[in-house]
Nanobody, 122 residues
């Protein structure tokens, strides 16, 4: 699976962005998809994940209620809608795919996109 993230950019605090992650391959619907982020000088952290069917979603406490993950298996795409953005959301956002292991642990993810930069100004 190859993953291509897009949709990052510069936005003011309180604004919104929608990230997209397009996947190649015919087995996209079998993968749990996740979003992670890495802020400057910090370790990469879990943001959100969605099960293969879309029936289960998971969020880091820091984004719960502001971010929404979704997927369209017909389009081989996963989305991350980010509302009420804060300067501390500034990071490179990565999408990732896994078939097993922990939803929260980045080591469980087998495939990674190249990242898209989100910058939130105060």
């Amino acid at each position: 699976v190859q993953l291509q993230a897009s949709g990052g950019g510069l936005v003011q605090a309180g604004g919104s962005l929608r990230l997209s992650c397009a996947a190649s391959g015919r087995t996209f619907s079998s993968y749990t998809m996740g979003w992670f982020r890495q802020a400057p000088g910090k370790r990469r952290e879990f943001v959100a994940a969605i099960s293969w069917s879309g029936g289960s979603t998971y969020y880091a406490d820091s984004v719960k209620g502001r971010f929404t993950i979704s997927r369209d298996n017909a389009k081989n795409t996963v989305y991350l809608r980010m509302n009420s953005l804060k300067p501390e959301d500034t990071a490179v956002y990565y999408c990732a795919a896994r078939t097993s292991g922990s939803t929260w642990y980045q080591g469980s993810y087998d495939y990674w996109g190249q990242g898209t930069l989100v910058t939130v100004s105060s």
